[in-house]
């Protein structure tokens, strides 16, 4: 058997609903992989769903942990592949998503990190939106997060230089990875096609706890960037408030 090329973390936590579907996106790809499930102790449907795929796991394990961050740092210190990345259990990648991503890090040995186009797909109809991605440059990250995390692959090398997530984050822990991984190895590449589907439902943190992501992602662009553009300040009202009502409308429809 082939060595592994890629490491994937999958933290979950009462997601059985989903995990399915993001455990087989995983597996459709053609790569070697080795997958490692990160489960905080769900109490659904979860863990059976776990068992049953446990043949084709490099490990998996369910009890309580210390966040989605430090699981996802855990899962992929177990590993051994040169390149690392996570899949919330939430969250997919299209077919070939992650052999797009494996093939952009082969042909640029000098990028830390590879990103891609991903999918926003609304659980409640099912309708699908690009997520907001562009080529990468140092203004266009402080403006807002240019790089959707389900749609990315990260170099091992250049993840463990960096120490990983910074598990003290809960929001923002991928925002902040970008700008350590950029600050550390330069730039990364970005291919211009889709590689991943990130699920927009209301249980997401995202949507439940947006004043707090918002106040986490301006701490992550102060310290890394040394100043907060203007932007945030003028939209940070309407994506905290004037979203939450949307959502609450939309949850009751």
């Not at 109490?43 to 446990?54: E, G, L, M, N, T």
Request: charged content about 20%; some cysteine; proline content about 5%.
């Amino acid at each position: 058997m082939k060595a592994p090329l890629v490491t994937v973390a999958v933290p979950s936590f009462n997601q059985g609903k989903y995990l399915e579907a993001a455990l087989s996106s995983i597996f459709e790809n053609k790569i070697e992989i080795e997958v490692f499930v990160a489960d905080a102790a769900s109490s659904d449907s979860s863990v059976d769903i776990i068992k049953a795929w446990a043949p084709r796991l490099a490990g998996w394990r369910s009890h309580p942990d210390d966040g989605q961050a430090a699981a996802i740092n855990e899962s992929i210190a177990k590993g051994s592949a040169p390149y690392v990345c996570w899949l919330n259990s939430d969250d997919l990648f299209v077919p070939s998503g992650l052999d797009k991503l494996a093939k952009v890090l082969d042909s640029t040995p000098t990028a830390p990190f590879a990103y891609a186009k991903a999918w926003n797909l609304k659980d409640s109809d099912q309708s699908r939106t690009p997520v907001w991605t562009q080529e990468f440059s140092e203004r266009n990250l402080a403006l807002r997060c240019i790089i959707s995390q389900p749609a990315t692959l990260i170099r091992r090398s250049a993840w463990d230089a960096v120490g990983g997530l910074n598990a003290s984050l809960h929001m923002a822990m991928d925002y902040d990875l970008w700008w350590r991984l950029y600050k550390h190895g330069g730039h990364p590449k970005y291919l211009d096609d889709f590689a991943a589907i990130n699920r927009e439902h209301h249980e997401t943190k995202t949507n439940t706890k947006r004043a707090a992501h918002y106040r986490e992602a301006m701490a992550v662009v102060a310290e890394h960037y040394g100043t907060v553009p203007l932007k945030w300040w003028i939209y940070q009202p309407y994506s905290v408030w004037f979203k939450a009502i949307k959502n609450i409308l939309e949850s009751r429809t």
